[in-house]
């Protein structure tokens, strides 16, 4: 009985088809797939801080400032040339305090038009709120000084002169920190302060 030759199949090659090399044979050049990175690539978008929300927000500021300036005064009679830095600020401080009740105005003018108005952003809202919390803050010294009366000798004004020395430098610290972040954009946290401004506003 004849033997009936095997039919080989052959197909033409098709010019897309993908030829795989041979397990047992060293891969050709030309057929060696190079290694893709399964790390994808992130991209982040920085959005700037408007000029209007930085301007607000270091204007804020210059309440707890001016209202902080009068806790200088026994560093100012020990170290006079520690009062040179603030004499450019004398005609904007004689205005405000020519004015009545202008602290009063503010405080109420920033809480109500800037920290509970949603049409300002949060970065506006918190910076004011930390303003006015700060300006708060100072407000304690002064009735427990009136509660107290330490005197004006003696161990009393020793220790009135070193806290209110020590708030002063606290005051201006918090004033330029805040001033210059808010300038720059950034948020700044004032310590003892920031954690209070927080939980009002959420």
Known sequence: MA??????LSLPPHRHAVLLPHPLKPTPPHLRFPLRSKSSTTTCSYTPTPAGDRLISATSYFLPFF????????LFMKYPILAAPFEPLIPLLSLYHSIPYASFVTFFALYLGIVRNPSFSRYARFNALQALVLDVLLVVPVLLQRIFTPGRSGIGLKVTAWAHS??????????VYGLVASVLGKTPYLPFVADAAGRQLD
């Not at 209202?67 to 026994?74: A, I, S, T």
């Not at 020590?166 to 918090?174: E, I, K, Q, S, T």
């Open 3 to 8: 033997s009936i030759p095997l039919l080989r």
């Open 67 to 74: 209202n902080g300036l009068q806790y200088g005064r026994f």
């Open 166 to 175: 020590g708030l002063f430098m606290f005051v201006v610290a918090c004033f």
